[in-house]
Antibody, heavy 119, light 110 residues
Framework: EVQLVQSGAEVKKPGDSLKISCMGS????????IGWVRQMPGKGLEWVAI????????RYSPSFQGRVTISADKSIRTAYLQWSSLKASDTALYYC????????????WGQGTLVIVSS | EVVLTQSPGTLSLSPGERATLSCRAS???????LAWYQQKPGQAPRLLIY???TRATGIPDRFSGSGSETDFTLTISRLEPEDFAVYFC???????????FGQGTKVDIK
């Protein structure tokens, strides 16, 4: 069974750094693109970035480029999303999600990581 | 950049009724690149339909997708209690790579 298990909720202050994680199991982790999707409170879904763990190739949404960094460690089947300086507007639920073989849609999702940024 | 507009924002229906959800693209989208997701409160989204009309694994046949170019539709033939949720359409764009979601349609109980 394919599973994506994300790290727990985080409460941070503006200006803090943060790295959240997503561990994949039940499939060949290096062979599938995996990414992050943001959902702000009561809002819709926004694609953030994707990475191919096999060679660490990355793609970013223009809306998030420069604000976050996606990475992966294929040896431990884990993808990451990190911020160097959080803002209150980063408060949201962040889902990791795997792209299927076509690369056109997200076929498996993690449970979500809630990030709260507040002074 | 393609913008996806979903309508209506909220659909109030009773169990057993038919639900018709619309997703309109600001420019033509390949059917291969159009997907639908269901999200229930407190849960992650779940892939329902891909390639505009193909049901994902384990999705009941009361869910169907159709459409092409700029107009796509998700139909739930007879609403079950577990179908009351928010539905999102999503498209893939290449050059540059982009994944765009519609704003969602909430199907709630009348």
């Amino acid at each position: 069974e394919v599973q994506l298990v994300q790290s727990g909720a985080e409460v941070k202050k503006p200006g803090d750094s943060l790295k959240i994680s997503c561990m994949g199991s039940g499939y060949i982790f290096p062979s599938y693109w995996i990414g992050w999707v943001r959902q702000m409170p009561g809002k819709g879904l926004e694609w953030v970035a994707i990475i191919y763990p096999g060679d660490s190739d990355t793609r970013y949404s223009p809306s998030f480029q420069g604000r976050v960094t996606i990475s992966a460690d294929k040896s431990i089947r884990t993808a990451y999303l990190q911020w160097s300086s959080l803002k209150a507007s980063d408060t949201a639920l962040y889902y990791c999600a795997r792209l299927d073989n076509s690369g056109y849609r997200f076929d498996q999702w993690g449970q979500g990581t809630l990030v709260i940024v507040s002074s | 950049e393609v913008v996806l507009t979903q309508s209506p924002g909220t659909l109030s229906l009773s169990p057993g009724e038919r639900a018709t959800l619309s997703c309109r693209a600001s420019q033509s989208v390949s059917s291969n690149y159009l997907a639908w997701y269901q999200q229930k409160p407190g849960q992650a989204p779940r892939l329902l339909i891909y390639g505009a009309s193909t049901r994902a694994t384990g999705i009941p046949d009361r869910f169907s997708g159709s459409g092409s170019e700029t107009d796509f539709t998700l139909t739930i033939s007879r609403l079950e209690p577990e179908d009351f949720a928010v539905y999102f359409c999503q498209q893939y764009g290449r050059s540059p790579t982009m994944y765009t979601f519609g704003q969602g349609t909430k199907v709630d109980i009348k």
